[in-house]
């Protein structure tokens, strides 16, 4: 009677823990992602690594829902708005035991460019939650998948309960070795734990770089999208072109391409005006034009060799090759009338373009 007695209380136990691990198959909560406008911003980051928590307190839940899928969606809804700009990413899971396939932190995604889809596919690979919290592991492999990426930002998702903050924080020490001000940290909590504010605080303090937030803040589109463009993007650069024009006689003799002395004085101004404004100054473009006399063939070798005596002089007075292109249009773009001698005079100039960063707004 003992023995049937204690093994219909084990198989009860047992069944009883089988259904908690397995629970109701994951599915998403509702979430319709906001359209992030790309032409507006570009990529802040060079990679991106999620380091999700799949351990054993993760099982808990929060608000009638267990704080591992409170995680899933929060990862869902980041992959689901993050615009696909080229960058290098991964995902990683830490626990232990056969969550994470027995590893205390596995890659489930990457390291690769970033795909929607794969990414997604990557995130299914995580379907449960055990074990104890390797957050150091998860953090030192998350680190480790995306390193020679150029600028990282690391998005660290978990109810930070029972973290051994020690281990973490001298994780990230080592990866601040090797990243330097490249490493940002943005972490996002799940659950209600209050046990982890001065490890989020010290981790989103890297580099003074990152960022700390509940997941419940991001519950809408309009959140998460504005989370996504503060991690990962930045004002595109708006470009403003200064136009000047110059004439070639007062720049050349005629039927020459070397430079006057006149030319080279006017240049001059130009010069100087351009190496006041610095790094702001990040295109030139130097475009020669003629008349009509002579052969289309002839003109457009004319209109070349004096954009690149331009472009030379400007050199010699220190301004930066690398952002000088140099055209010739020979005389395919009059600005007006070749049929007077007044016209074609005109006609006969050096275009010069200078592209100023404008400052974001």
Known sequence: MAISLRSTLLAITSAALLAGCAGAPYSPAPFTPASIDTSAYAAKVDAF??????????????EDRSNFYNAKDVVTHINQTIPELGYKSALVGFGSGSCVNREDARVVYGPATYQRADFSNGLAMLECAGGITPMADGVDVGGGAVKGSGKVALILVSDFWEIN????????????ADYGDRLCIHTIKVGDTAQSGDLTAALAGVNSCGSSVDAASLASSAAMAG???DVLLAPATVVKYEKSTMSASALFDHDRSNLKDEGKAALHVLDEYIKAKGASVVDIDVIGHTDSDGTEEYNMSLSIRRAESVRDYMVSE??????????????????????TKEGRAENRRVDIH???KQPAN
């Not at 690594?49 to 929060?62: E, I, R, T, W």
């Not at 301004?319 to 049929?339: F, L, M, T």
């Open 165 to 176: 903050s020690g281990a973490v924080i001298a994780t990230v020490d080592a990866l601040k």
């Open 227 to 229: 989370y996504v463009t």
């Open 318 to 339: 220190g301004v930066d090759a690398s952002i000088i292109d140099v055209s010739g249009e020979g005389e395919s773009n009059p600005i007006v009338s070749n049929a």
């Open 354 to 356: 200078v592209g100023v």
């Open 49 to 62: 690594v999620v380091v999700m928590d799949a351990s054993s307190s993760m099982k808990f839940d929060y």
